[in-house]
């Protein structure tokens, strides 16, 4: 794992009591990437998180991963504070419960872009979405990390994600990847069907 301060990519991973999905995740992303550090943002329960001791897992793993101890189960509030510290090119969201294809990742990272972020195809409940609309799991784009620091905080309310982007479409140039990097599974708020 690289610095902090020189690394290409940030991601940014939260989990709700999962911690064998967020391990899994940071296993993927581990044998895919070169470059790259690693947030967790832990929102689970103070009961969870001492069952199930997730801190001290993931030192074994690569003591260089930042644990992010967040007290309030509200990933846009974790996410404030995940990424107040990060200084990297690029930024990425990472789930706990859904599955990424981080080796497809890895590639658009390797190549880059010049436009301020891109979209990626994905998987939502076995079908294949792709688009041009901000109304798409946050995990489908990689942006550049200036670009996304200059839109935050992340409101602490409901659809905050998509009201981020929709500013990153308004705002900022952007392209399209067909390669699928995610298969987002259906919980939460309702993905709309592109």
Known sequence: MEDIFNCRVSVILVTYHHNDGALDRITAIRES???????????????????????????????TIRYVDHA?????????????????EFTIFRTDDDVFYEGNTWKLLEN???????????????????GESFRRPIESIIVKSHVLHSLLPFEQKAGSDWMLMEKLFQRFTWTHYPTILLNKRAHGREVVKL
């Not at 309030?72 to 990297?88: D, I, P, V």
């Not at 880059?112 to 792709?130: C, E, K, L, R, W």
């Open 33 to 63: 990437f070169e470059h790259y550090t690693i947030t967790v943002l832990d929102n689970s329960s103070e009961e969870y998180k001492a069952r199930g001791r997730l801190r001290a897992r993931l030192h074994e793993v690569d003591p």
């Open 72 to 88: 309030k189960n509200c990933r846009f509030t974790a996410y404030n504070e995940g990424l107040a510290a990060l200084e990297s």
């Open 112 to 130: 880059g872009f010049f436009q301020d972020f891109v979209t990626t195809s994905y998987i939502y409940n076995g079908n294949h979405q792709q």
